[in-house]
């Protein structure tokens, strides 16, 4: 059963403060949509849960594991996957050993062992027949599930998924949502930072809103969706109300 | 050195409480969730010049280190180094005659004001294309090699130095022109994938080309020019007592103290008055406008209808004229050989990595501090032929303090 | 004036963060273009400029097609661009920045006088710093001497991406009048993409809503009244 | 296994036996036996330069630096220490069970010359002490080491620099080396450099021959067998996960480190696994030369290095090899000065120029290099065809 502790996290560059006393726990395999206008800090959030930044204070635990403090590949290997914004494709490697990294990163044993569930994980993002193309033969949209697959190699126990459908054509839209759905109950965690209402509404069971480093919303979509707060971050000061 | 022990024990001191600082100072201001940008360079000149007498206060107050600070602590470790020295070795020169020192600190100067403009046309190709030309150091010996050759053709050899400078920078220029349009434009295409590894490498190969292609054409002899403009000789105030100035054909004394070599002195008059030209050029017409707003913002400066191939091809054309000027300047001062480019070039790295990446000011101090580096590294060191076999060695102390330190530099725009 | 007919841009062929966008910008008004952010409302814009090269579509300025013009002589075609992020030259002084702006007619020094006078007329307080550093002045002051440098070349078009973004109220409201002034006293047609929905729906003609890529609604600003509508999907 | 990669085994090890079979032919020849082993020496220098390079991203201009540590490191020992079997109480001396190793002080050039200890303590010393050189092998494995550990230094120290930086750092490391070395006169030798004894110093048997000292064939097959040995390793590593590490993190290091790659170890690794391998094959050409100097260091040896590399292949660890025994017959192939007319050619450098020349032309229109093109054309013909044929399937498949 995953668990995910974010206590008053903090942080600031310089003079300025990014992120103000974020606390909020993920238990379990859910489904949890983070949005915000931008500057909000997501990427910030996401940075430190992945490791790649400090927080300033304030502390992140991992199935009961403090992971604030690690360094990056080892909150992976703690069980947090992530994808980013920017595709991130190994450009000249194969598909196949695009696949390899995450699996052997993990685990100290031969490639031998993970080409068999390089393939299934392939198959299932129906692109079979690239395995040996590389990864910069691939179109956008195959470099972005090229990334899912390689957290599926991962296989962490949750995933932060950052703006999965930016650009991508409803087609594949659909193969992400049913990556996201097979993944979710397959019992991972997933966290999808999207600017995209419409997803984040008929995905998420559950709602951050982080507006200028504070998390101002948590709950049930429809419910924040009518929380004053969520609608002035997002369409500005209301002059009636003050 | 009669005490060394005295002078090693004391770089043992400063180096030990600097790396104490450098390391515990930042994860002091950390925790505190204060500003950590300085506090490693803060924390090791600080600890390098007070030990633990400053340090125990600053890890106490952690109060923000400003630039001023830091210059201090850093004026402190060279005074107490001096100090040390000078109780190691009191007999040495630069303990015992002040004359010398003065000298030394002057001609210093006198040849970091020519590395500065030969940095100046690194950093200026740096901040307009984004990047470092290894072939920089070519560029300076062709400049020396166009000055030398056509001081001993038939018909330029009358002419006037100044005409030989001219024929310097016009070949540079028009040979980092072609370069450019050659090898570089195709990074603004999409064309090349991983365009700063590309750049590495490609003036790394012009560099490896030009220096054998000069070698093959003209032989490996060392070259060198007479002194282009000899001095008058002068005797001020009088013939009998010229303590002001005093100069022969091939020196000037000012102050009966401080003595530089004609083509040392000419090399850095001319180098004044090209970092003046330079200056003019960058600030006072459309052309220099255009540069610097390139430099700052391309976005914003294509908005405003500036073509940036043209600025590109036009930066590179002048950073290797720039490098080609400064050879021709110092073809007179220094033995000239297609190798001669190296150490040069060498040099420039590290005045733009310690001036900041690009920035002009920036390039212009780190020529000075380099130049003065070297000349006391060069006077005071007491086995002279150790000393000048190290001349690089300080460049590089210089770097690797640099990038532990402060990677950004003194004016450093980003990483 | 300005015409984009079913426009696909993106960083790869098949993901294209604009799907479609069909909009117009009309002679003399205010044209805001809104929509939750990620939707390619600036990416619309960089794609105008010729930053981002279209996959499919046309973009057209007077009837006349943009897409084959470099980047930089857009300006001459009357188009002018003030990006999301102040793209000032930090290091030069006000009067150099305005000057570059005049690059295209450089060396028509009576036009340059006669506009920097404007600028300045336009703009009391830029003449009082003309001197200074721009990078050293305040955010609202920088926005000052971006639009004054946009206007060096008297273009008949703005694209405006999110003018206030991180600024202080007072002085977004001062922005939002510039932009009035501008349409009002110059007669410019603007392109204005915003985040501050009520704020750019009262400077407003003609309100376009994007979502993901796509068109959503269109009107007249005075049909805008239900905001949730233009933000929310229902 | 594929078809492929069994004609790649076959061609590779074809290539083996016809370079191990090759004295037989040679062995009249010292020129082109010398030749041969100066090739192998740069193809170990080039391949390693592109496991740092081109597999890892890591653009060091010092490579021939841990090279010349290597070599001096070895010839160093040869000079300064030597195995006894009693104390000398005179010199700096350490005792391993009976077994002294003894420290000479520098006997200088410079000043004036200081007796040498060990000379002075033979009076005091046992009859019948033995003094002995210390083997090559020894001189090896203190080149292996302090390469790893310049390979240790320097990676740390350029972690997180960005390729400019690194360049430019590494570029300076090499030259701060050649000034230490060509200053430090009275331990070095400076440019009149250190002499290396032969790596057999009593002649060997081969093959039931007798080779003495001088002879090539001993050395040929000892830059070989390092050769092939280097070779397997790094084949071996870049095949295996470490390849796979490397190469993720030149391409992305912070997505490499998002799936759990350790970027930091690896890139430190690579710097000690290649600067070993370089360390290494200075300690063999040292001794196969003879005398090791500065001019070793000289930046227009690592453009040579890097030249072949590039010309080769950058992005792979046989191309380079075989565009530095193949640049290496050529520079030796060029070397005939001629005359056109009133012109004469000086063909020592003007073949440095072309390949100058050479090196800017493949960077600009075949950035993979010159071998490696037909290299992957044989491997990766099938891809396409693979890939289309996988993609006819899964439509000719009903959906599910």
Redesign the interface.
């Known amino acids: 059963m995953l668990k995910l502790e974010v206590n008053n996290l903090y942080k600031n560059f310089g003079g300025l403060q990014v992120l103000r006393d974020v606390t909020f726990e993920v238990n379990g395999p859910e489904l949890i949509g983070l949005i915000g206008p931008n500057g909000a800090g997501k990427t910030t959030l996401t940075n430190i849960l992945d490791g790649a930044i400090k927080p300033s204070s304030g502390t992140v635990y991992l199935n009961d594991k403090r992971v604030d403090t690690l360094p990056p590949y080892m909150v992976a290997r703690a069980g947090l996957g992530r994808t980013f914004q920017v595709t991130r494709a190994f450009r000249r490697m194969t598909v196949l050993e695009n696949l390899l990294v995450p699996a052997m990163a993990l685990h100290a044993t031969g490639r031998q062992n993970f080409e068999a569930k390089a393939r299934e994980v392939l198959d299932f993002l129906t692109m079979s027949h690239l395995t040996n193309e590389y990864g910069r033969a691939l179109s956008g949209g195959q470099q972005k599930l090229l990334e899912l697959g390689r957290l599926l190699m991962l296989d962490p126990s949750l995933i932060i998924l950052d703006e999965p459908f930016a650009g991508v054509h409803p087609r594949l839209m659909e193969v992400i949502y049913e990556y996201i759905h097979r993944v979710n109950s397959d019992g991972k965690a997933i966290i999808i930072i999207s600017h995209d209402m419409d997803t984040i509404f008929t995905l998420s069971k559950r709602l951050l809103v982080l507006n200028y480093g504070d998390l101002i919303a948590d709950g049930d979509p429809q419910i924040v969706k009518n929380d004053p707060l969520v609608k002035r971050a997002y369409l500005g000061e209301d002059e009636e109300e003050g | 050195m009669e005490h060394g022990a005295i002078f090693g024990w004391t770089m043992l001191w400063i180096i030990f409480w600097g790396i104490v600082g450098g390391i515990v100072t930042p994860r002091v201001y950390e925790r505190r969730n204060l500003d950590v940008s300085q506090a490693r360079l803060g924390g090791t000149a600080i600890g390098a010049a007070t030990g633990p007498i400053g340090l125990i206060p600053l890890w106490v107050f952690s109060p923000t280190l400003s630039s001023r600070w830091i210059t201090a602590a850093g004026l402190l470790i060279v005074a107490i180094l001096a100090v040390a020295f000078a109780r190691a070795d009191p007999n040495n020169l630069c303990v015992t005659n002040g004359g010398f020192v003065a000298s030394q600190l002057t001609n210093g100067i006198v040849i970091g004001i020519i590395y500065s403009l030969m940095a100046l046309g690194l950093t200026l190709i740096y901040s307009i294309l984004g990047v470092v030309s290894f072939a920089h150091g070519e560029f300076y010996m062709i400049g020396g090699m166009v000055v030398y050759y056509m001081s001993v053709s038939a018909l330029f050899e009358n002419a006037n130095p100044l005409v030989w400078l001219l024929g310097a920078a016009v070949v540079t220029f028009l040979m980092g022109v072609a370069f450019e349009r050659m090898f570089l434009r195709v990074m603004n295409t999409g064309q090349i994938e991983r365009p700063k590894e590309y750049a590495i490498l490609v003036t790394f190969g012009l560099a490896f080309f030009l220096q054998y292609a000069t070698q093959a054409l003209v032989g490996a002899n060392p070259v060198k020019t007479q002194r282009f403009f000899p001095f008058p000789n002068l005797d001020i105030p009088s013939q009998e007592s010229a303590w002001l100035i005093k100069t022969t054909s091939g020196n000037i004394r000012l102050f009966d103290a401080v003595s530089i070599p004609n083509p040392r002195f000419t090399a850095a008059a001319i180098a004044v008055i090209l970092l003046l030209m330079l200056m003019w050029f960058l600030y006072k017409t459309w052309t220099g406008k255009a540069l610097r707003a390139v430099s700052q913002d391309q976005q914003a400066a294509a908005v405003a209808g500036i073509n940036p191939n043209t600025m590109n091809t036009l930066a590179f054309g002048m950073g290797a004229m720039l490098a080609g000027l400064s050879g021709a300047t110092l073809v007179q001062v220094f033995a000239w050989l297609p190798q001669v480019g190296i150490p040069a070039s060498a040099r420039a790295f590290v005045i733009i990595v310690l001036g900041g990446m690009g920035s002009l000011p920036g390039a212009f101090l780190g020529g000075l501090l380099v130049g003065l580096v070297e000349a006391a590294g060069t006077g005071c060191i007491p086995d002279t032929t150790r000393a000048a076999a190290y001349i690089p060695a300080y460049g590089m102390v210089i770097l690797t303090l640099t990038l532990l330190l402060k990677p950004t530099g003194f004016f450093g725009r980003e990483l | 004036m300005l015409e984009i007919k079913d426009l696909y841009v993106?960083?790869?062929?098949?993901?294209?963060?604009l799907?479609g966008v069909n909009l117009t910008a009309k002679e003399g008004m205010i044209t805001t273009v809104l929509g939750?952010?990620?939707?390619g409302k600036s990416t619309t814009l960089k794609a105008i400029?010729g930053?981002l090269r279209p996959n499919e579509g046309d973009i057209l300025v007077d009837g006349q097609s943009v897409l084959g013009v470099?980047?930089?002589?857009r300006?001459?075609m009357g188009l002018?661009?003030i990006?999301q992020q102040p793209?000032?030259?930090?290091?030069?002084s006000v009067e150099?920045n305005l000057?570059?702006?005049a690059?295209?007619f450089?060396n028509d020094k009576a036009r340059l006088k006669r506009k920097l006078e404007e600028n300045y007329a336009r703009f009391p307080i830029l003449r009082d710093k003309r001197k200074q550093l721009t990078g050293e002045l305040s955010g609202g002051q920088q926005r000052m001497v971006?639009i004054g440098?946009?206007l060096m070349?008297d273009p008949k078009v703005i694209l405006v991406d999110e003018p206030t973004?991180?600024l202080a109220?007072l002085l977004s409201e001062e922005v939002y009048q510039m932009l009035v002034n501008l349409r009002d006293r110059d007669g410019l047609t603007i392109l204005l993409v915003d985040?501050?929905?009520?704020?750019a729906l009262k400077i407003a003609d003609y309100v376009y809503v994007l979502?993901?890529?796509r068109n959503k609604f269109e009107g007249p600003a005075s049909e805008f009244q239900d905001?949730?509508k233009a933000?929310?999907?229902g | 296994m594929n078809l492929n990669r069994m004609g790649g085994w076959v061609v590779g090890t074809l290539g083996v036996i016809a370079l191990l079979v090759a004295p037989v032919w040679l062995t009249n020849s010292p020129y082109l036996m010398h030749l041969a082993i100066t090739s192998f020496f740069y193809a170990i220098l080039a391949s390693s330069w592109s496991l740092l390079a081109g597999y890892a991203g890591q653009f060091s201009f010092g490579h021939m630096a841990f090279m010349a540590i290597g070599a001096y490191s070895a010839a160093l020992m040869g000079y300064y220490v030597r195995f006894t079997t009693a104390a000398t109480n005179l010199c700096r001396e350490l005792s391993l069970g009976g077994i002294w190793i003894v420290l000479l002080n520098p006997q200088g050039v410079t000043q004036t010359n200081t007796p040498n200890c060990l000379e002075m303590a033979k009076a005091t010393m046992p009859v019948g002490a033995i003094i002995m050189q210390p083997p090559v092998w020894a001189g090896l494995l203190a080149g292996i080491l302090m390469g790893a550990l310049f390979g240790f230094l320097v990676g740390s120290l350029v972690l997180r620099l960005r390729s400019t930086y690194l360049a430019l750092f590494t570029i300076g490391f090499s030259e701060i080396l050649r000034a230490v070395i060509s200053a430090e006169i009275d331990i070095t030798q400076g440019q009149s450099g250190l002499k290396m004894s032969p790596l057999f110093p009593g002649g060997i048997s081969l093959f039931g021959m007798e080779f003495g000292a001088a002879a090539k064939v001993p050395p040929y097959y000892a830059m070989l067998l390092l050769f092939l040995i280097s070779m397997a390793i790094m084949g071996w590593l870049a095949s295996s996960r470490f390849g796979l590490f490397i190469r993720a993190i030149r391409e992305d290091e912070e997505a490499a480190a998002a799936l759990g790659v350790h970027v930091v170890r690896y890139k430190v690794l690579v710097f000690v696994v290649t600067a070993t391998i370089a360390a290494a094959a200075g300690v063999i050409q040292g001794h196969y030369i003879g005398i090791i100097t500065p001019n070793i260091l000289i930046i227009l040896q690592m453009s040579l290095v890097i030249a072949m590399a590039v010309i080769g292949g950058l992005e792979s660890l046989v191309s380079a090899a075989i565009g530095a025994i193949i640049i290496e017959f050529m520079l030796e192939l060029l070397r005939n000065s001629f005359d056109i007319g009133p012109f004469s050619v000086d063909m020592t450098t003007w073949r440095l120029v072309f390949f100058g020349a050479l090196l800017m032309l493949t960077l600009r229109f075949r950035r993979n290099g010159l071998i490696h093109p037909l290299i992957t054309w044989f491997s990766r013909r099938n891809v396409g065809q693979e890939t289309v044929a996988n993609r006819a399937a899964a439509a000719a498949a009903p959906d599910a």
Do not use: C, H, S
């Open positions: 993106g960083y790869y062929r098949d993901l294209n963060i799907q939750a952010n990620g939707v400029y930053f470099p980047t930089y002589e300006i001459k002018a661009y990006p793209g000032v030259f930090r290091w030069m150099e000057e570059v702006g690059w295209t450089r971006e440098r946009t070349t973004a991180g109220k985040q501050e929905i009520r704020e979502e993901l890529g905001l949730e933000f929310w999907v």
